[in-house]
């Protein structure tokens, strides 16, 4: 009976995207009516991404994979790299905490958010775990991932 039901929200993959942008469109219509309503539907905008954070390419030629991810204004810290056998997966924690003050240094508003963003990268190809080099310069990030080498056996 339950094979007829579409998957649930957490079951699919498909679906984590949509999750920041249903959380970003709750926080809009949830948020203090004293609040600019301006300047939540500006923040809302600003800050929906429903497919992601951050753009990530893969080049291959017949040694490595090269990864590139654009990560302007991350630092380093905040980037995260797993290596699995067979794919990559690219994280980055952003963390961001906004105070505003009237001119006696009174907190009017303080506001702070903390985001995730990763993007998996699978290849074709077993790749060598312990040879993957990573450099990150001018906001992109790029993971060198040399493929595995086959074994030759000979015939007897």
Not at 25 to 46: E, H, T, V, W, Y
Request: hydrophobic letters at 30%; proline letters at 7%.
């Amino acid at each position: 009976m339950t094979e007829n039901l579409p998957p649930k929200k957490d079951e699919h993959p498909l679906f984590e995207p949509f999750a920041q942008l249903m959380n970003n469109m709750n926080r809009l219509f949830s948020d203090r009516p004293d609040k600019n309503f301006l300047q939540s539907m500006d923040d809302f905008f600003i800050h929906s991404k429903p497919f992601g954070g951050f753009v990530a390419e893969l080049k291959e030629n017949e040694r490595e994979y090269i990864v590139q991810a654009q990560l302007p204004g991350t630092k380093k810290e905040q980037i995260n790299i797993e290596i699995l056998p067979q794919y990559i997966t690219i994280t980055v924690n952003h963390r961001e905490s906004v105070t505003k003050e009237d001119k006696a240094n009174t907190v009017i508003q303080k506001r702070e958010s903390w985001k995730q963003s990763s993007r998996t990268i699978p290849f074709s190809k077993p790749i060598d775990q312990g040879k993957v080099v990573a450099n990150y310069e001018d906001g992109v990030l790029t993971v060198t991932v040399p493929k595995r080498k086959g074994k030759k056996i000979s015939i007897e």
